[in-house]
């Protein structure tokens, strides 16, 4: 296990593709209640023999191909990239997966693990509502009760997530508390395990929270960069030079990163959000503005006062708006494996409409952070530079909000 | 070992048979003066040890009685360095021991041991930390027992007897043993769960001193506590009490759970 300020040279060289919780580094842990940890051993012990169990495996690979719509696409984006420089942009087609997102890989597997732990009721917390959506999806597909926590602020600004999980079967209760946004709905869904836990299992949505969370949901993910990384080895006959992603949580990130960890000329780059500017109050960048605290599990980096009271974040994209981060890319950043940058709100939704115009593709807004970083790292890489971003989500979600900000609606909200 | 403060009033007023109570307060509600004000009110009134519980912005342990407590504090600018303010004022009035409750982001980033050093200044006596397990204590367990202060961690329902052990021979002051799976606030009965966790308490530890917490609100309750454990913690009814009533209402409120202690 590496140690906080070892030289990083040498660190570089182990084999970070094999490392797990509960520490990274000196981030992850387990700051909880006692109460949980008998259901976070219960997990991790599930999960450990899961994995272990080629029945398992087979089962969730079986789903995913039958269901999720895997192996997802490699589309190669040429009218994009050139906005960029002279490089070549390929794009990891998540958004093609059923529900729209990433997000469906890590709860298949969390919903079979529930079943096998013999929980009948699953919890989710959801931001922009994509989280919710697959867990009230998965819960529907394998009969288990749902309930999904979603900030108030949330379930108003994006009502028809709401809508979608409520008819897939789920009840959504808004949360009131604190900033009624999703770092309250986490602290709400933690609140209702600690209490159900007998038969209730909470499928975390991102790489965050206490171990195993982040190892386990990492390694769902993680079938996005092994197959990304066969697609361009069979595909086009070589490794990328920069492998992109968004980064709230940190879960698609981590997804595609993690096969590329110990490929040492492929570039990990993370794009957080910088809302309105990080010089601003109203930014997500964690990295970038935060230091390492403790919130929801894990230590972890984290935007935070001088007396360790969490900050409220800001992003015009709501499953980035959060004032925290998986603890695997804070041991990242602090190796200098991957570096984080942060896009405001305006450059996110500049390359939405690019990539939109330029293939014919609507990318999430969270997603269209990676797609901005792209277009400013077109002008530091080398000509013919190839870059893979991981297209985390669609941007069917995100409607309302992309019409309002290019005005395509009348005063009434009707199209103009 | 040493006996500490909070240990030595907890095992006298069990061997004399009366029990004891143990009262929570936030501090910083709803202003920094109020709660130093209602803190030693409460010791005045009956409570054997104080547990003064610092706001913080994601009390995920905590229930809507101390949620909206806490939030308002932070609402109407209460700062940590504030804590160190409080306990001075509240020990230099009286002489129960003050336990401070918190999550443990604030500690972590005022530093451990500063924070140690600055709490056994202010006469405090320890800390109560409901998300920070022993597993991942030792930056607090070397700074508390470099300034001798009490380190209260829980046990619940669900700890195995490895876990029971580790809170057993970690503690000082006590063990805190949760009622109930679930977060603060007053339930009209103490699970059966809290006798069934003080017992798994005293089977790894047969010195240990354990108190019950979440859930009691009642006269009756806290002396049904004290027949199995070592004190009965209260927090959500003080708090509701003060909200509703102010000063006087909480003062009542405290006498009258201590009242039937000495029935």
């Not at chain 2, 994601?58 to 909206?68: E, N, R, S, Y």
Request: aromatic share 6%; hydrophobic share 40%; proline share 4%.
């Amino acid at each position: 296990m590496p140690e906080a300020n070892q030289d990083i040279s040498t660190e570089i060289n182990q084999d970070l593709r094999s490392t797990v919780g509960p520490y990274f580094g000196e981030f992850g842990g387990r700051f909880v209640p006692e109460s949980l940890i008998a259901a976070l051993d219960q997990l991790e012990e599930t999960y450990e023999a899961a994995k272990a169990d080629p029945s398992f495996v087979l089962e969730l690979a079986e789903w995913h191909r039958t269901y999720t719509g895997r192996p997802s696409i490699i589309t190669e984006a040429p009218k994009f990239a050139a906005l960029a420089g002279d490089i070549r942009v390929f794009l990891k087609r998540e958004d093609l997966n059923h529900t729209g997102s990433h997000k469906i890989n890590n709860v298949i597997g969390q919903a079979l693990l529930a079943k096998r732990m013999g929980k009948t009721r699953i919890i989710a917390e959801t931001g922009a509502g994509q989280h919710g959506v697959a867990s009230a999806t998965a819960a529907a597909l394998f009969g288990l009760d749902c309930v999904v926590y979603m900030g108030e602020v949330d379930t108003e600004r994006q009502a028809l997530n709401v809508a979608r999980m409520k008819l897939l079967g789920a009840e959504v209760i808004p949360v009131t508390t604190g900033t009624r946004t999703l770092k309250d709905a986490i602290n709400e869904a933690l609140r209702d395990w600690v209490a159900n836990v007998d038969d209730t299992h909470y499928l975390l949505g991102t790489v965050a929270g206490p171990h195993p969370f982040p190892t386990m949901v990492r390694d769902f993910h993680s079938v996005i960069g092994n197959e990304a990384r066969v697609q361009m080895l069979n595909e086009f006959g070589f490794l990328p030079d920069v492998v992109a992603a968004c980064v709230g949580g940190g879960s698609n990130a981590i997804g595609i990163f993690h096969a590329f960890l110990d490929d040492p000329s492929v570039r990990l780059l993370g794009f957080e959000a910088a809302g309105e500017g990080v010089d601003t109050l109203r930014h997500a960048a964690t990295m970038n503005k935060g230091r390492p605290g403790v919130l929801h599990g894990a230590r972890s980096y984290m935007l935070q006062d001088e007396d360790g009271q969490t900050l409220d974040s800001h992003s015009i994209s709501a499953g980035l708006d959060y004032p925290g981060v998986g603890p695997e890319h804070s041991w990242l950043k602090d190796l200098g494996r991957a570096e984080y940058r942060g896009i405001t709100d305006h450059e996110a939704m500049d390359a939405l409409r690019k990539l939109s115009r330029s293939e014919g593709i609507i990318p999430a807004i969270e997603t269209a952070h990676a797609l901005a970083g792209v277009l400013k790292l077109g002008k530091e890489l080398a000509p013919g530079s190839s870059v893979l971003v991981n297209l985390s989500g669609r941007g069917d979600k995100d409607m309302e909000t992309a019409a309002r900000y290019f005005g395509l609606l009348d005063a009434e909200g009707s199209a103009k | 070992m040493t006996e500490s403060k909070t240990e030595a009033i907890l095992r006298a007023n069990k061997s004399s048979g009366r029990g004891s109570l143990i009262g929570y307060f936030p501090v910083g509600y709803p202003t920094l003066e109020d709660s130093i004000e209602a803190a030693i009110a409460m010791c005045q009134s009956g409570i054997d040890v104080l547990e003064l519980g610092i706001p913080y912005s994601d009390p995920v342990m905590d229930g809507p009685v101390i949620q909206a407590a806490t939030l308002e504090a932070l609402a109407h600018g209460f700062k940590l360095k504030q804590t160190f303010e409080a306990v001075k004022a509240i020990t230099a009035a009286v002489d129960t021991p003050v336990l401070v409750m918190t999550y443990w982001n604030p500690v972590m980033q005022y530093g451990p041991e500063r924070f140690a050093e600055d709490l056994k200044a202010a006469g405090g006596a320890g800390l109560i930390t409901p998300d920070l397990i022993p597993d991942e204590a030792n930056d607090w367990l070397n700074a508390a027992k470099k300034f001798d202060l009490d380190r209260v961690f829980l046990a619940a329902p669900t700890s195995n007897v490895a876990r029971m052990s580790s809170a057993c021979e970690k503690s000082q002051g006590f063990v805190y043993a949760v009622s109930t799976m679930g977060i603060t606030g007053a339930r009209n009965e103490v699970d059966s769960l809290a006798k069934e966790v003080v017992s798994k308490v005293r089977t790894a530890s047969p010195e240990a001193l354990t108190c019950v917490g979440i859930g009691i609100s009642t006269a009756d309750q806290v002396v049904e506590v004290n027949r199995y454990a070592d004190g009965a913690i209260v927090g959500s009814a003080f708090v509701k009490a003060y909200a509703e009533g102010g000063l006087n209402s909480l003062k009542s409120k405290v006498s009258e759970l201590a009242a039937g202690l000495s029935r």
